[in-house]
């Protein structure tokens, strides 16, 4: 699980960015304010001239529900898409302020039993709270990360009538996923 709730990666595609686009668009739909009902595309969002920004369409809460921003650039090759994964802002803010006091507390009662004016053992509530709140936070984040990762690599691969595999994402030299056919 990542220590903050990001993820940014790159995506190989045989695809020309007019292609990648226009396989975006058809399984993006647009962003519903009021979840009423089921959406019937995979991702909410926009896909304009070489850029989408978009998230995972659920029935379900998660407040860690990554935001999905991306750009597309012609190679040689076809597309190179760069993926930005985060969650919303405020969520991350608000995460971020609250295991901030948890820590604060939890270090104040570290500093306060070591100086013998209370049990050291004090620290152990503050500490689990930050471990669950981190492990929440980043549990929440990956699973849906993790999904989405998927649903854009099949979404981005070689025209499946010309045999191509499964696409799989690989380490580059700079320790950025690529995704191949």
Not at 29 to 39: M, S, Y
């Amino acid at each position: 699980m990542p220590l903050v709730p990001y993820l940014r990666y790159e995506v190989i595609s045989p695809r020309t960015p007019s292609e990648v686009q226009a396989a975006l668009r058809g399984v993006v739909e647009p962003t519903r304010f009021f979840c009423l009902g089921a959406g019937t595309r995979p991702f909410e969002g926009e896909v304009e001239d070489r850029t989408f920004d978009l998230q995972l369409t659920i029935r379900y809460r998660n407040a860690f529900l990554p935001r999905i921003r991306g750009t597309i650039d012609a190679t040689p090759e076809g597309s190179r898409i760069g993926i930005t994964m985060r969650p919303n802002l405020a969520v991350l803010v608000f995460t971020t302020v609250w295991l901030g006091f948890v820590a604060v507390g939890c270090g104040a009662f570290l500093v306060s039993g070591l100086s013998g004016r209370g049990p050291i053992t004090a620290a152990l509530g503050p500490a689990g709270m930050f471990v669950l709140g981190w492990t929440v936070a980043a549990g929440a984040f990956t699973l849906e990360a993790k999904k989405a990762t998927h649903l854009l690599a099949d979404v981005m691969r070689a025209d499946p009538t010309a045999g191509a595999g499964e696409p799989r994402v690989n380490k580059s030299s700079s320790g950025v996923p690529e995704c191949r056919d």
